[in-house]
């Protein structure tokens, strides 16, 4: 069955570092997203793209974050300048329509 | 703005018990409700999902769930539980007018344990 592929599994960072979370989306998929879990809390929508474009992006979502697809299999999630408070589970998600497909996650930690 | 409230962070059973998990949600609009299964190390899988027509629906490994307007639930249930149902589960609702089907709002998880 195809899956939502996330790598690298546990990504460890200095505060103010720039780091890369990558994905492979299901290959017939349209839609993507991010999504975030800080431990202990609820997972949180953070954007979602669309035809090279963001469609809708939440609050957290700032000037900070980016997303891109750089070639036809990857998207991609940037953080700029980690913070302390970005340390969390991140979930990237594809899906055709209703049903959303979520990959295992990468777990990031800032130090 | 959506919201998704599941009652017990934590649910404890014994094998072959039913098992209930509870889910409430408020929206201002039609909701698509689902819920997702959470194994260790694994990302969320889709158990079930509620768009329109039939309230109750039935997903994966037994799982089935009701849609109650009235009640703005959407209760998880299994009749009997077996140790393989050991997992998170989250609820979670989309906003059915939007524009994204994927924009997720998910309750807090409830862990379910089951006891031989």
């Known amino acids: 069955e195809p899956e939502v592929t996330q790598t690298p599994s546990h990504q460890v960072t200095q505060m103010g570092q720039e780091v890369i979370l990558r994905c492979v989306p299901i290959?017939?998929?349209?839609?993507f997203y991010w999504y975030r879990q800080i431990l202990g809390q609820k997972v949180e929508f953070l954007v979602s793209?669309?035809?090279?474009?963001?469609?809708?992006k939440s609050e957290i979502f700032d000037d900070q974050f980016s997303v891109e697809r750089p070639d036809g299999s990857n998207f991609t999630l940037k953080i700029r300048s980690t913070k302390l408070e970005d340390s969390a589970m991140y979930f990237c998600?594809?899906?055709?329509?209703?049903?959303?497909?979520f990959g295992a996650g990468t777990r990031l930690s800032v130090l | 703005a959506q919201s998704v409230t599941q009652l017990g962070s934590h649910v404890s059973v014994s094998e072959g018990a039913l098992v209930l998990l509870r889910c409430n949600y408020s929206?201002?609009?039609?909701?698509?409700l689902f819920w997702y299964v959470q194994y260790p190390n694994q990302g969320l899988q889709l158990l079930l999902k509620?768009?329109?027509?039939?309230?109750l629906v039935k997903g994966i490994n037994g799982f089935e769930a009701e849609f109650k307007k009235s009640e703005t639930s959407f209760h998880l249930t299994k009749p009997s539980a077996h140790m393989s149902d050991a997992a998170e589960y989250f609820c979670?609702?989309?906003?059915?007018?939007?524009?994204?089907?994927?924009?997720?709002?998910f309750g807090q998880g409830t862990i379910l344990t089951v006891h031989p």
């Open positions: 998600a594809s899906s055709e329509l209703l049903v959303v497909n």
């Open positions: 793209f669309y035809n090279n474009e963001i469609s809708e």
């Open positions: 290959s017939n998929h349209l839609y």
């Open positions: 929206s201002s609009v039609p909701p698509y």
């Open positions: 509620y768009t329109t027509g039939a309230t």
């Open positions: 979670a609702v989309s906003n059915a007018g939007g524009t994204s089907y994927g924009k997720l709002t």
